[in-house]
């Protein structure tokens, strides 16, 4: 007599390390500052302002020069739809994309992205010890009562409270839009802005392409 486990309701996190990422990194770099610039105030979000955290309107990904990486961004989420036997007659389509810099201590707040069914981030600068991405057990009872675990065994991922990925740059992270997240505060030790966390974020929505007469 054998027990046996299966693993249902599996939470899907996907990352990339975008080739020759030095060139594009440069370039949204230099953009994203020139933004900030035009707009100081940004918007307030998930960015605590009271330590600097800067958050552009959400308007990217209708912006001229941006229009290429959106484009990366869009390949990298349609291999998410294939992956997640999305509907073959459908698209991945951009909601919004806005900038984020985060200077030292500054960081984001446990969130999730309502209204779409994709999001992520990208990272165009990332100092060491700038934060970390944490990503939260999605499953709200499981904090009802904790476990004592066994210490001298090695845990799975299926055991882990909060998932971290440490922020690389030319690295794209995917994860599902209703994944509760939050970031680490940004305790660079280099003088601003090679301190600063400058990075992307995006919401990606579903669009079905029906033939004409389907």
């Known amino acids: 007599m054998t027990l046996t486990k299966e693993l249902f309701f599996p939470t899907p ?18 953009r994203i500052y020139s933004w900030r610039e035009q707009d ?19 308007t990217m990904s209708s912006r001229p020069e941006f229009a290429s990486f959106v484009d990366l961004v869009s390949a990298q989420v349609q291999q998410v739809f294939g992956d997640q036997l999305y509907a073959a007659d459908s698209h991945p389509f951009c909601l919004n994309m806005w900038a984020n810099i985060n200077p030292r201590q500054g960081y984001n707040r446990s969130h999730v992205h309502p209204g779409s069914l994709w999001s992520g981030v990208y990272y165009v600068q990332a100092p060491e010890n700038c934060g970390q991405l944490i990503f939260q057990d999605p499953r709200a009872q499981v904090s009802v009562m904790a476990p004592s675990l066994n210490e ?8 882990w409270p909060e998932v971290y990925h440490r ?5 794209l ?15 660079s030790p280099l003088t601003s802005p090679d301190s600063d966390r400058v990075s992307i974020s995006f919401n990606y929505g ?5 033939s004409k007469g389907g």
């Open 40 to 58: 100081a105030t940004g918007v307030q979000r998930s960015n605590v302002r009271q330590v600097g955290a800067w958050h552009s309107t959400t």
């Open 13 to 30: 996190i996907y990352f990339i390390d975008v080739e020759d990422a030095e060139a594009l990194n440069a370039f949204l770099k230099t």
């Open 167 to 171: 922020a690389v740059e030319g690295r």
């Open 206 to 210: 579903q669009q079905l392409v029906r």
């Open 152 to 159: 001298s065994r090695e845990r799975g991922a299926e055991h």
């Open 173 to 187: 992270i995917l994860f599902p839009s209703w994944l509760r997240h939050e970031v680490e505060p940004n305790m």
